[in-house]
């Protein structure tokens, strides 16, 4: 059975199938390039809903078409916890992130921050490292978040104007600086991987040894392969995106996502009731049964 790989929003996928990564390790695989569904694919912002409840841990629970998928730690982790595949413990990534608003904002710090509305995916890292990064300097009454959709949608409504703010990482993230709006606060935060019930664990090793000589590739030239990044965006954004001014994104960690991370950031989700209490109980697969046994 092949190695179902998705790009995950990264550079990594695209310069280790580039240059052979993959095959050299001997890995059987399908490459996918899958843009997420958007609202925006066929409705101006102008229609957009006023908020969108499925996020990162929805899609897991449904289920990706993939062998291994990423995603923030904090859904990662819970999807582990209630079954929906197992967490890999050997790898974990790092991504850029930030709540940016328009250049002419009045908002210039953090604390203006309180009571006004900050676009973020429902159950995804946006919502996670908003919520972690603004509690340093809000009230958690004074935190306001607006289910604005996927990455795409919040840098739509930005760019339109139809948000005070919003939460973006990746290619939105340099997108944004380009066209001169303003970080206010970095919520730069980890992603796990989740590994499929069918996948074999040796195929995974082989992807993340290819995953590591393309790691090495990008700290060393990463000029060579920010022109990725277009694959990533919609194509409306091609024409005024100069990836030369682009950064990396996301990099690759390859040490271990340990018991400790593991159990304190599932106990720092419960605590904030980011999922009903009702459903919580879903959630109690604890570490043994969540994580991949890979030794």
């Known amino acids: 059975m092949a190695f179902i790989i998705q790009t995950h929003g990264r550079l990594h996928e695209w310069v280790a199938d580039e ?12 490459f996918r390039t899958l843009m997420p569904a958007r609202w925006s694919c066929e409705k101006t912002t ?42 890999w413990p050997e790898a974990y990534a790092v991504t850029p992130a930030g709540i940016y608003v328009p250049p002419e904002s009045d908002i210039t710090e953090p604390e203006h921050l309180a009571d006004v509305e900050v676009a973020v995916g429902y159950h995804s890292g946006s ?17 306001k978040l607006r289910f604005g959709g996927l990455l795409h949608d919040r840098l739509d409504l930005l ?8 939460s973006c990482f990746g290619s939105t993230l340099y997108l944004l600086q380009q066209l001169g709006f303003q970080k206010i606060v970095d919520t730069s935060y980890m992603k796990a991987n989740l590994v499929s019930p069918d996948a074999d664990y040796e195929d995974v090793r082989k992807y993340f040894r290819a995953l590591k000589r393309a790691q090495a590739d990008i700290d ?8 990725y990044h277009l694959k990533e965006m919609p194509a409306k954004y091609h024409d005024i995106a100069d990836v030369r001014t682009f950064g ?29 209490e009702d459903e ?14 890979v030794s």
């Open 19 to 30: 240059k052979g990564y993959f095959t050299d390790e001997g890995l059987d695989y399908e």
């Open 127 to 143: 919502h996670y490292s908003t919520v972690q990064h603004l509690e340093r300097f809000l009230e958690p009454e004074q935190i």
């Open 46 to 87: 102008d229609e957009a809903p006023e908020e969108v409840k499925s996020g990162a841990f929805e899609s897991m629970e449904a289920g990706r078409p993939v062998s291994i998928s990423s995603a923030c730690h904090w859904t990662t982790n819970m999807a582990a916890s209630a079954g929906h595949g197992q967490l």
């Open 220 to 227: 060393l030239r990463p000029e060579l392969y920010t022109h």
């Open 159 to 166: 760019i339109d104007r139809k948000i005070a703010a919003a």
């Open 280 to 293: 919580q109980d879903v959630f109690r697969g604890g570490y043994e049964k969540s994580v991949a046994v």
């Open 248 to 276: 990396p994104g996301d990099r690759i960690v390859f040490d271990s996502y340990s018991r400790e991370i593991f159990e304190s950031t599932h106990e720092w989700i419960l605590e904030r009731s980011f999922f009903p």
